[in-house]
């Protein structure tokens, strides 16, 4: 049976990063869950169709979180002295080690699905620990939320601690045991192979998931070129590869499939055509960058290479879930990186970082992160009356949004057509 179901509000999306799309008072058609058109009057024949009136509110997209760490949650707001590679080993090995406890799993777990619920995350791709079973209750948590998600067990089998290291064809086979078990379970919740980095990757584990990646089809997430000495690492490793992607590129990890990389802080102009090649997202994570001193990615040249570059909150490199908060963060870094330079590189937009954090990565999910048409309705529904007067243009009221609201501003929260509510567990 076809429905349809029209909203009425001041929508506002971004078609491209150049500008916003606004209507105000308009109607977004959603039939099927996806959006069919918008409209700026309704006409006569509209009149069948059940009308959902937010009046004054904002209709935006949902936030799409590219890179995230679930099992750091309980570590959110320590260790923010450190530098990447010492907090790897004295905040998140540590606290990653405890899931292979399945009701410390659970605990947690819940917390951050809750949590990317209240933040208006309506879609996010997201890395678990090395254990198999808590990843499947982090993926079954998900299904029960109604919210999307790709979902990674980690893989790491070298240079990590006694206490958190795989055995290699244990991490093989584990990754293929959740690839079987979940690639058909849910629309909405899908595993992702998920090497934690090169480092901390034998080339045997690289060259098992990356089969299992191409045999299935399964996207591939990872982290790239994010701090100088494990840049350093990398090189000494794999003399062999000019660039730190050539290693994934090397074993089916950088492109074949749909792939994600976090940070790319450092990349050379050979790794960025690399990247854009083989048409690898790259994520944006500003927070964390800044947390852990990692470094200031230069986004525009990305943008103008034409490479696809989302948003990440990467908790616990980053201190908070939110993804407005993430979009505030990458405006003030790339004021400070252009104010540090030779200025060729412009500071980012609002409607750039509204377009990072929506429609750019919203791309990995298929048509999601915007109300053209045929986009899988995916939307928030912000009330900002107590924000201040709303006696300005839809566009600033959006931009005090991000700055100053949060998710008590957030009143509604659809995903593919269907209203969220507060996950009961
Ligand atoms: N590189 C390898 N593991 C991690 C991690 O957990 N967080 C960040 N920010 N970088 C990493
Ligand atoms: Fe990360």
């Known amino acids: 049976m076809i429905s349809t179901v029209v909203y009425r509000g001041n929508i506002i999306f971004t078609k ?69 590679l010492e907090w790897l080993d004295e905040y998140a090995f540590p606290e990653e080690s405890k899931f292979k406890d399945l009701m410390y799993t ?19 791709v997201v890395f678990g620990s090395v254990h198999k079973d808590a990843t499947k209750i982090l993926m079954d948590l998900f299904i029960k939320s109604g919210l999307g998600a790709f979902v990674g067990k980690v893989n790491m089998d070298r240079n990590s601690p006694d206490y958190i290291i795989e055995d290699t064809q244990k991490s093989i086979n584990d990754t293929e045991e959740i690839v079987c078990e979940y690639s058909n379970k849910s629309r909405l919740v899908k595993p992702i192979i998920t090497p934690r980095f090169v480092p901390s990757c034998s080339s045997q584990v690289m060259q098992g998931i990356g089969a299992i990646a191409k045999k299935y089809n399964i996207p591939v997430q990872s982290h790239l070129s994010e701090n100088i000495s494990e840049i350093q690492w990398v090189k000494e490793l794999h003399p062999e590869c000019k660039e730190y992607g050539n ?35 790259a994520v944006h994570c500003p927070t964390s960058n800044l947390n852990v001193a990692t470094g200031i990615m230069p986004v525009r040249k990305f943008m103008e290479k034409g490479i696809t570059v989302g948003l990440g909150c990467d908790i616990s490199g980053g201190h908070k879930i939110s993804i407005p908060n993430v979009m505030v963060a990458a405006v003030q870094m790339s004021k400070m990186k252009w104010l540090e330079s030779d200025k060729t590189y412009k500071p980012l937009t609002t409607a750039e970082v509204f377009y990072m954090g929506t429609k750019a990565g919203g791309k990995f999910f298929g048509k999601v992160g915007s109300f053209e048409e045929g986009y899988e309705f995916d939307a928030l529904i912000i009330d900002d009356s107590s924000l201040g007067d709303l006696d300005r243009t839809i566009e600033e009221r959006l931009q005090r949004y991000i700055y100053i609201g949060d998710d008590r501003n957030i009143v509604e929260r659809y995903v593919a057509g269907q ?7």
């Open 247 to 281: 290693v994934y590129n090397k074993f089916g990890l950088f492109g074949e499939v749909p792939t994600i990389m976090a940070h790319c802080i450092y990349s050379s102009e050979r790794e960025m055509n690399l990247i854009k090649n083989n048409g690898v997202i």
């Open 419 to 425: 209203k969220i509510s507060e996950p009961k567990f």
């Open 16 to 84: 491209s990063s150049e500008k916003f799309t606004v209507i105000e008072n308009g109607y977004i058609f959603v039939k099927n869950g996806k959006v069919d058109k918008i409209k700026s009057e309704l006409s006569k024949e509209d009149e069948v169709y059940e009308i959902i009136d937010y009046k004054d509110k904002l209709i935006i997209p949902g936030f799409i979180d590219l890179h995230l760490h679930a099992p750091q949650y309980a570590n959110l707001g320590l260790g923010m002295d450190k530098q990447l």
């Open 106 to 124: 659970e605990k947690v777990y819940k917390k951050v699905v809750k949590e990317l619920w209240r933040c208006g995350t309506t879609r996010s």
